[in-house]
């Protein structure tokens, strides 16, 4: 029997990296899966427990909601697992979890996601947004941890970026080549719907700082233009309060809703603003997918799942007046019929699950030829 283990950083909400795990699962149904962390009333539909082993990290009370506070806890976390008895090691790592040692006839492949952000690159960022003890201590125990990432980083025997952008992010840090697979998108269940789009555009996203909702609210609030926000988070109140300013602007709140909802919504818009700097970026290939092109900030994933002038438009920083220049060109150009919607969806198709599982599988099978 092949056994197979599944390792992601921790499993106490769904997004993008869950639904690689998910895909990894298409592939290995009976693997098990390793993680720091396991909120079963979230997760266990998706994920059942008797498949799920959880760090020691899991009995500290409130273990799935401070998990983020328990950084310097997580190298020796991921470490604890023994491989052992396992053919194989399929890992999915935004953080720790591509720390995992295995012995040296178990292939380890990682599925990097990105390198730690707040130990790298956005480390600063992070230290203004903390409190004073929280800095403090970032201050204090960071340089072990980048020391752990990097050293914990050759471990790895096959390494893959979600995207070119995390690939030149693995280079810088870890010194390390790494193959691009795009992250798998549900594509399947999403198309366009044949009719002409409404007047409104739409901006779907955790309410938190990097995902700069404000300034699809401050554009849209400047031109006039009508402007639907879905999703919640911290950043609530303060989005509300701002789009409150605007008071002859039609800026509407949906809230978290379902799935099928945000399709519809995503189908009827002129298209969907977003202003993210990300490692990839599923959201807009969902909007694409439902044939609707997509305003995006030109960094980071986006340039590689939005063609400039045909599936969508870029502005070049994040900035309320750039986002403005950006919509009014969007404009200009759906007047002229420059975006058709099934060739916008047939280029998110690319970015398929189907797609994903097909390339993984063949990453291990040239993995596995190596062992």
């Known amino acids: 029997m092949f056994r197979v283990a599944i390792v992601h950083d921790w499993l106490v909400n769904y997004g993008g990296a869950e639904r690689v795990v998910e895909a990894f699962l298409k592939i290995y ?10 909120d079963e009333k979230k997760m266990g539909k998706i994920f059942p427990k008797e498949k799920v082993h959880a760090s020691f990290v899991q009995k500290i009370p409130l273990a799935s909601k401070l998990y983020t506070k328990m950084l310097p806890l997580m190298p020796k976390a991921f ?18 979890a591509k720390g995992v040692i295995t012995p040296p006839s178990v292939p380890h492949i990682a ?9 790298w690159d956005q480390f600063f960022e992070y230290q203004k947004r903390s ?14 941890i980048r020391l752990w990432d990097f050293v914990s980083s050759q471990r790895i025997d096959s390494l893959i970026a979600n995207s ?9 840090y870890w010194n390390l080549d790494s193959k691009v697979i795009y992250p798998p998108v549900d594509t399947e269940r999403l198309c366009p719907n044949g009719l ?15 995902k700069r909702i404000d300034l699809a609210i401050s ?37 978290r809703i379902s799935d099928s909802e945000v399709q519809d919504y995503l189908m009827r818009c002129r298209a969907m603003i977003f202003s993210a700097e990300e490692d990839f970026g599923i959201i807009p290939v969902e909007a694409q997918a439902c044939g609707r092109p997509v305003i995006a900030f030109a960094k980071g994933g986006s340039l590689e799942t939005v063609i400039d002038g045909k599936t969508g438009v870029f502005f070049r920083e994040q900035k309320t007046e750039s986002v403005m220049q950006a919509i009014e060109e969007f404009e200009t150009l759906e007047k002229q019929k420059c975006f058709n919607p099934t060739e916008i ?27």
């Open 219 to 255: 554009a849209c609030g400047e031109l006039g233009r009508k402007l639907v926000v879905i999703g919640g988070g911290s950043q609530e109140k303060e989005l509300k309060a701002l789009a409150a300013k605007y008071k002859g602007a039609d800026i509407k709140f949906t809230g």
């Open 111 to 119: 599925y990097v996601h990105t390198p730690m952000r707040y130990a």
């Open 345 to 371: 969806s047939s280029h998110a198709k690319s970015f398929s699950t189907e797609r994903f599982c097909a390339q993984i599988k063949d990453e291990i099978e040239q993995t596995l030829k190596k062992f």
């Open 29 to 38: 149904p009976d693997a098990d899966i390793f993680t720091l962390v396991y």
């Open 196 to 210: 002409e789009p409404e007047n409104f555009y739409v901006v779907f996203s955790r309410f938190v700082p990097y």
């Open 131 to 144: 409190k004073k003890i929280v800095a403090f201590f970032m201050n204090k125990f960071m340089p072990s």
């Open 79 to 96: 470490e604890s697992f023994d491989f052992s008895s396992y053919d194989l090691v399929l890992c999915s790592s935004s953080s720790c």
């Open 164 to 172: 070119k952008y995390i690939q030149r992010r693995i280079k810088k």
